[in-house]
């Protein structure tokens, strides 16, 4: 059974930082591209970044373009997020999830996505 669990969310201030963590086990992490979802309250969740199986592909949503960074480490069956020049809109529950195997490019479609996590809170005040 494939299990993710997110953690480094919490409460920053605008402008600052985090850096998310996904740990995953059961299956084969490295053979899948990546996903970071979030949802706001009364919002519907939305792609944030993906990277692909290989970790040479990443892709991002709009709204965090430069001030978001995905990677991963298949050695450690991991993937980050990093997260600088935080702003209150970003504010919401993360989650990562794992999309399509072999995937070059993470899809945006939480549809694509089989296996999700738990989430991560992430607030940013103003």
């Known amino acids: 059974q494939v299990q993710l669990v997110e953690s480094g969310g919490g409460l920053v201030q605008a402008g600052g930082s985090l850096r998310l963590s996904c740990a995953a086990s059961?299956?084969?992490?490295?053979?899948?591209?990546m996903g970071w979802f979030r949802q706001a309250p009364g919002k519907e969740r939305e792609f944030v970044a993906g990277i692909s199986w290989s970790g040479g592909n990443t892709n991002y949503a709009d709204s965090v373009k430069g001030r978001f960074t995905i990677s991963r480490d298949n050695a450690k069956n991991t993937v980050y997020l990093q997260m600088n020049i935080l702003k209150p809109e970003d504010t919401a529950v993360y989650y990562c999830?794992?999309?399509?195997?072999?995937?070059?490019?993470?899809?945006?479609?939480?549809?694509?996505?089989?296996?999700w996590g738990q989430g991560t809170q992430v607030t940013v005040s103003s």
């Open positions: 059961g299956g084969t992490f490295k053979s899948y591209a």
């Open positions: 999830a794992r999309g399509g195997a072999l995937a070059t490019m993470a899809p945006r479609d939480t549809l694509r996505y089989d296996y």
